[in-house]
């Protein structure tokens, strides 16, 4: 298979944080470790487990740290993010998505030689059909979920009869074993409103609790009832019908998920920013304008502009391929030629997918920082 | 140094069309070459020179086609970008950008000795005095342009009199070359009317036209002055004051270049679409919704959603970070489970950024296309 040699890394360990190269992606160490404490003490005492999303962070190293602290494992959306991680010791993941085609699923089959427990959704009788055969010409099983739609409208059957139908296809499928739902409401997790969020996943719970008691009632017991993510995971592990929650973007916390908390609550009060990306003023045309060097491939701009953090009056628009402009309102001091820019991204995990490094910095808003470890951003680009 | 493993390739040379994994990246080879050789014929009586930019395409091996069919050399906008293709054989580069840090500017010092001419853009006296520094440190001498604000409202000092005056003080550096005038009116490339947009390039013409007047006047001549993209290169080539010309995007042409086109003319006259993100049918929840795997990762949408390829009564729609919704219009027959579609990247530059392979096929169109190539994406993530 042909190569291509990997960017370099914009800093070095041991390094002064003022001496970090633009644009970079930095974590803050002490927020980040705080925000996986949170997560472990909020549902040590639910009757839940933690599967974090790895498609967050892609990132076996932040995985292993989440496992340190009670997570069972790891999820993730592709069958080469799922290489990724069990290549790197990760012995336990599900792919909480389809996957369809045999190239894909003869990949996925052959994992199961590697870890302990690999799983994937399905949500189609073809899906089903190509991930037995797939099994049957490893000669391995595979675990399999049913998805169903709770609300996202997006992929999964519908709960209730069409579930029910799916589900004992699968447990009658020699190279299968049904494990359970996968019942996950993406959109919910954005809802800005705590109240209309709250009941969006009210009926989420509602109708997967139905699902979970149809299946039982037809001889069909759900090892894994699967959803949730940071907008939402208190509610579902409050719920009594969920046992894994698949939040990701807690480590980070990302400005959509501020916003959140700006408009009526949210896990923004447990968890606090620790991903940014680090953009330096390359030019300073005007008063009231200095340009950086982040624009489009530094930070995803699909759920918002990133915002400068902790800067008043200040508000990055107008991004480019290489380039963002920040804006200085009314009499606030603009940032020099040369200064280097904290921004919060829009949207962590396409912002993360941008960059080939993590530049994690001890004691970010301290007097010295330092770059205290480099990780590889080592799924980035496995989409498929 | 750490590294990092690439990501596999979606496709092996040699393989039919079908057999592509999904997503992936796809250039269609004839049209491709088409539009190569379209842009050649186009300007070879005007008198400028094409220096092709390589943010569009990141990859040595399309400079160098771009070099076989006429053109002097690259720009792009990073030095991580110039020092990928100066390592890949392109000995003529121009970062088309400020640059500013001793770090980065001692790594564009450094390539100077592997290249036969570098440059690179300057609109502050701390740029100059970081630049010369750089040189100095080196031992070498840097060419550098003056970038001026003709329109965009980006980077650049006015035209004219400052203009004058920060070339001025470049050319008695003794470290620095003052080698001409940077004026790339980005903005006006998407003005969707052909009259509109001839107007602000217009004036473009005239205030770059004007400060090369007043610089000559000063006894500073203006070995290049450059600028243009895909939608106006036309009228900076007849201008007679632009002699090199930094289109990009031709070679690919992307749904905004062509919502150009649709709302009043413009280089989709010329061009064809030649790059296509693959992406298969992972679920159908409905029957008027095909759930596609390429979703925020994939295909960028800072410009616009993706469109489906001559699929009429289809769009693309709701993307999330691996998922894009197909919704079908009408009667239309919807894609099947596993189906492939073509997608027209909404932006080419941030969608390429994506991805580490070009999957470039034969006769994509016709009856037996094949993989002929597979080319890196040698330059993705070069971002600093």
Same mark, same amino acid.
């Given at each position: 298979?042909?190569?291509? =040699?990997?960017?370099?890394?914009?800093?070095?360990?041991?390094? =002064?944080?003022?001496?970090?190269?633009?644009? @970079?992606? !930095?974590?803050?160490?002490?927020?980040?470790?705080?925000?996986?404490?949170?997560?472990?003490?909020? !549902?040590?005492?639910?009757?839940?487990?933690?599967?974090?999303?790895?498609?967050?962070?892609?990132?076996?190293?932040?995985?292993?740290?989440?496992?340190?602290?009670?997570?069972?494992? @790891?999820?993730?959306?592709?069958?080469?993010?799922?290489?990724?991680?069990?290549?790197?010791? /990760?012995?336990?993941?599900?792919?909480?998505?389809? /996957?369809? #085609?045999?190239?894909?699923?003869?990949?996925?089959?052959?994992?199961?030689?590697?870890?302990?427990?690999?799983?994937?959704? !399905?949500?189609?009788?073809?899906?089903?059909?190509?991930?037995?055969?797939?099994?049957?010409? @490893?000669?391995?099983?595979?675990?399999?979920?049913?998805?169903?739609?709770?609300?996202?409208?997006?992929?999964?059957? @519908?709960? #209730?009869?069409?579930?029910?139908?799916?589900?004992?296809?699968?447990?009658?499928?020699?190279?299968?074993? $049904?494990?359970?739902?996968?019942?996950?409401?993406?959109?919910?997790?954005?809802? *800005?409103?705590?109240?209309?969020?709250?009941?969006?996943?009210?009926?989420? !719970?509602?109708?997967?609790?139905?699902?979970?008691?149809?299946? *039982?009632?037809?001889?069909?017991?759900?090892?894994?009832?699967?959803?949730? #993510?940071?907008?939402?995971?208190?509610?579902?592990?409050?719920?009594?019908?969920?046992?894994?929650?698949?939040?990701?973007?807690?480590?980070?916390?990302?400005?959509?998920?501020?916003?959140?908390?700006?408009?009526?609550?949210?896990? $923004?009060?447990?968890?606090?920013?620790?991903? $940014?990306?680090?953009?330096? %003023?390359?030019?300073?045309?005007?008063?009231?304008?200095?340009?950086?060097?982040?624009?489009?491939?530094?930070?995803?701009?699909?759920?918002?502009? =990133?915002?400068? $953090?902790?800067?008043?009056?200040?508000?990055?628009?107008?991004?480019?391929?290489?380039?963002? %402009?920040?804006?200085?309102?009314?009499?606030?001091?603009?940032?020099?030629?040369?200064?280097? %820019?904290?921004?919060?991204?829009?949207?962590?995990? =396409?912002?993360?997918?941008?960059?080939?490094?993590?530049?994690?910095?001890?004691?970010?808003?301290?007097?010295?920082?330092?770059?205290?470890?480099?990780?590889? %951003?080592?799924?980035?680009?496995?989409?498929?």
């Amino acid at each position: 298979m042909k190569t291509v =040699p990997p960017m370099d890394a914009p800093a070095q360990e041991g390094m =002064p944080f003022e001496d970090i190269d633009t644009p @970079a992606l !930095i974590v803050d160490l002490d927020a980040f470790e705080r925000n996986l404490s949170r997560m472990a003490e909020a !549902i040590k005492d639910q009757p839940v487990r933690l599967r974090a999303h790895a498609k967050t962070h892609k990132s076996p190293v932040i995985t292993k740290k989440q496992m340190e602290l009670g997570a069972i494992g @790891a999820c993730c959306q592709k069958v080469s993010e799922a290489e990724v991680l069990i290549r790197n010791g /990760v012995a336990n993941v599900l792919v909480s998505n389809e /996957v369809i #085609g045999l190239q894909k699923l003869a990949r996925l089959a052959a994992l199961t030689k590697d870890a302990e427990w690999i799983g994937l959704c !399905i949500d189609s009788e073809l899906g089903l059909k190509q991930a037995s055969e797939a099994a049957a010409n @490893a000669g391995v099983t595979l675990n399999a979920l049913v998805e169903i739609d709770v609300g996202a409208g997006r992929c999964g059957v @519908a709960p #209730g009869e069409a579930a029910l139908q799916l589900a004992t296809l699968i447990s009658d499928d020699p190279h299968l074993n $049904f494990t359970g739902l996968q019942a996950y409401h993406g959109s919910a997790q954005h809802i *800005r409103d705590h109240g209309e969020r709250k009941a969006a996943i009210d009926e989420t !719970i509602e109708m997967t609790r139905a699902t979970v008691d149809l299946l *039982r009632e037809n001889g069909l017991e759900c090892e894994i009832v699967g959803g949730a #993510g940071t907008g939402t995971f208190e509610m579902e592990a409050a719920s009594g019908v969920y046992n894994e929650l698949q939040a990701g973007s807690y480590i980070f916390m990302d400005a959509d998920y501020a916003r959140n908390h700006s408009e009526g609550g949210g896990p $923004f009060d447990m968890f606090e920013h620790a991903l $940014f990306v680090l953009t330096g %003023v390359m030019s300073r045309p005007e008063a009231n304008k200095a340009v950086v060097d982040a624009g489009h491939k530094a930070a995803s701009i699909d759920s918002g502009m =990133p915002e400068p $953090f902790s800067m008043t009056g200040m508000r990055y628009e107008r991004p480019s391929d290489e380039h963002g %402009v920040l804006f200085i309102e009314g009499s606030n001091k603009p940032p020099e030629l040369g200064e280097k %820019v904290l921004l919060v991204p829009g949207h962590c995990d =396409p912002t993360v997918n941008l960059h080939d490094w993590y530049v994690c910095v001890r004691g970010l808003h301290g007097e010295n920082p330092v770059v205290e470890e480099i990780w590889p %951003v080592s799924a980035r680009g496995a989409y498929f």
